[in-house]
């Protein structure tokens, strides 16, 4: 248990250092992170709905810090180029992320040509209306992208780093909401780059 949340940390760290130096990032995974919570209480009621919420606010908020905030140019603080942390991204780093957007954005149209999904969809979520078909489809499409990269890593990394990379992702709401509580009143004081985001905390 200790090698796996030494492994964990690791993996949060590195997250953090490489991918979140933007001020604007990091107070989008704060609003991300905190809807999150919201979808996860929801979960156990309506999963169709805390879906909806997932990615139409939550993921979309978080990803946006990602692609249009984020730097990308050479991190000299970490000494690393944006090519060679794409490269080492243990999660899903920009291209899979805009594979993974393609889906769900495809998502409405499929519905929109078929209600129940050419016959996937049981009318119980297609009684329901266009937009919980839709979220159905959503809910599906979230829980299969994360099992999907877990075992995915197990074959190209090893069993240990794709059940970590699963535990994190899961937690990543809980973790991100204490890491960046304070990022939206930093930048309100006009700080557009985390001055510590290659030191540890």
């Known amino acids: 248990m200790s090698r796996f949340m030494e492994a964990l940390k690791q993996q949060r760290w590195d997250d953090h250092r490489y991918y979140h130096h933007s001020r604007i990032n990091q107070s989008l995974h704060f609003i991300s992170a905190l809807s999150f ?5 929801l979960f156990f009621s309506d999963p169709i709905g805390a879906a909806l919420i997932g990615w139409l606010f939550s993921m979309s908020t978080r990803q946006a810090g990602h692609f249009f ?3 990308k140019g050479y991190d000299h603080v970490n000494q690393a ?14 291209e899979r992320k805009v594979v993974l957007i393609a889906i769900w954005a495809s998502a409405p149209l499929l519905i929109a ?7 996937l969809l049981p ?28 075992v995915h890593l197990f074959f190209i990394r090893d069993v240990q780093t794709g059940l970590v990379w699963m535990a994190k992702i899961l937690s990543d709401p809980f973790h991100d909401a204490l890491l960046y509580r304070k990022a939206p009143l930093q930048l309100l004081r006009g700080e557009m780059i985390d001055p510590q985001h290659g030191q540890h905390a």
């Open 113 to 119: 040509i078929s209600a129940d999904l050419f016959g």
């Open 37 to 41: 919570l919201y979808a996860y209480g």
């Open 69 to 71: 905030f984020e730097p």
């Open 123 to 150: 009318e119980s979520v297609v009684s329901q209306g266009y937009l919980r078909s839709v979220g159905a489809l959503w809910l599906v499409l979230g829980i299969a992208g994360l099992l999907f990269r877990t």
């Open 81 to 94: 180029s944006h090519e060679h942390k794409e490269n080492i991204k243990v999660g899903y780093n920009l």
